[in-house]
């Protein structure tokens, strides 16, 4: 097993953890596929390893720290930015030698303040829609 088969993207706001596997495109080139959806990051010759988009060009994500010149065969460990609409998010990514399914990570658990906040937000609007039931 080679070191860099499977990296986690880290999302440092909500410590989100998106996992991606090596793999080989039927054009023999490399990328990397994440787990749980079709999504990949690919190389180019001109953007380095980057997250492509929807739409045909658009990158969704990329290395904030290293230039494609500076790229090897692997996306580069370290800090990514994605953007997505009008939200974008700040991401580590970092290899781990056993990419087992199996193995025990933390992943991403709700904060539990932003949730209190949003049942609040919840009951407020609902006793301002139905003011009877008070």
Not at 1 to 15: I, P, Q
Not at 31 to 54: M, Q
Request: proline content about 6%; overall charge positive; charged content about 30%.
């Amino acid at each position: 097993m080679n070191h860099y088969d499977c990296f986690d993207l880290r999302r440092l706001s909500d410590d989100l953890v998106y996992t991606f596997d090596r793999m080989q495109r039927a054009d023999g080139t490399v990328a990397y596929k994440r787990r749980d959806t079709d999504y990949r990051i690919e190389f180019s010759a001109d953007l380095g390893w980057y997250a492509p988009g929807a739409a045909l060009g658009e990158i969704a994500g990329r290395s904030w720290n290293v230039l494609p010149s500076d790229q090897g065969g692997h996306p580069p460990p370290g800090e990514w930015v994605s953007k997505k609409g009008a939200k974008s998010y700040v991401y580590n990514l970092v290899y781990f030698k056993d990419c087992g399914y199996g193995r025990s990570r933390r992943r991403a658990r709700p904060d539990p303040g932003r949730r209190i906040f949003a049942l609040r937000l919840l009951a407020v609007r609902w006793r301002a829609q139905y003011p009877a039931h008070k």
